[in-house]
C-alpha cells in the first residue's frame, strides 16, 4: 500500500522496506547498515508496532548526531512503547503469523530492547502517531503519553493492523517530506 502510493504520487522519493528478522539484535544491525549508506536529513521512517519502537529508536540516534535543522522524522502507528516489559512473558521460541519464520525470545533479547527503549523524545515534534483504541495488542494509552507532544492522531476502534491505514498516506507523505 504504501509503496504503490509513493511511486504513484512521488515518484522520486526512494523507499526502503528491509525484511527484519526476528532477533532483535540482527534487526538493528540491517536498520543500522541500511541507515548509515542514506543521507540521514533527508530520511523518513515509517513503522508500526516493534517498527514504531524501531523507528523511535533511529529518530533519537541519528537525529541527535545530526547538527543540521534538517532532521529525520517517522510516523509510527500503534507502536509498542516498552517492548521489554511487554515480551517478558513471552520467552522462548516463536513464530513470526507473516513470514512463518521461527525465532526466540531471550532474556538477552529483552535486555537489549531495554538499552534500545528512549525514555525521553528529544524532539517530539519529529513524529507522526496514529493510534487506534481497539490495538488488542498494546495499550494505545502508552504510546498516546509517551508522544503527547508529538502530531498525535487517534482513532475510536480499529485493531493492531490499524484498519483503513491506505486513507493516512496523503497525511503521512505530507508530514515526512515537509522540512
Known amino acids: 500500500t504504501t509503496l504503490a502510493y509513493v511511486k504513484k504520487h512521488f515518484p522520486s522519493v526512494n523507499v526502503y522496506i528491509p525484511q527484519l528478522p526476528g ?5 538493528v544491525n540491517i536498520i543500522d547498515s541500511l541507515v548509515n549508506t542514506l543521507p540521514i536529513g533527508r530520511t523518513g521512517f515509517i513503522g508500526s ?3 514504531g519502537f524501531l523507528s523511535t529508536y533511529c529518530i533519537e540516534k541519528y537525529g541527535a548526531q545530526n547538527e543540521t535543522t534538517d532532521l529525520p522524522k517517522a510516523v509510527i502507528i500503534n507502536p509498542a512503547v516498552e517492548p521489554h516489559k511487554l515480551l517478558a512473558d513471552y520467552v522462548g521460541s516463536h513464530v513470526n503469523p507473516y513470514t512463518k519464520e521461527v525465532f526466540n525470545v531471550h532474556q538477552n533479547h529483552l535486555n537489549i530492547l531495554k538499552h534500545l527503549y528512549v525514555n525521553k ?21 502508552l504510546a498516546e503519553k509517551k508522544y503527547a507532544a508529538s502530531n498525535l492522531h487517534i482513532e475510536d476502534g480499529g485493531d493492531h493492523s490499524f484498519i483503513d491505514y491506505g486513507r493516512h498516506l496523503p497525511s503521512i507523505l505530507k508530514f515526512l517530506i515537509s522540512r
Open 23 to 27: 532477533d532483535i539484535t540482527q534487526a
Open 49 to 51: 508496532s516493534m517498527g
Open 121 to 141: 523524545l528529544l524532539k517530539p515534534q519529529r513524529y507522526k502517531v496514529l493510534l487506534q483504541k481497539g490495538d488488542e495488542t498494546l495499550d494505545y494509552k
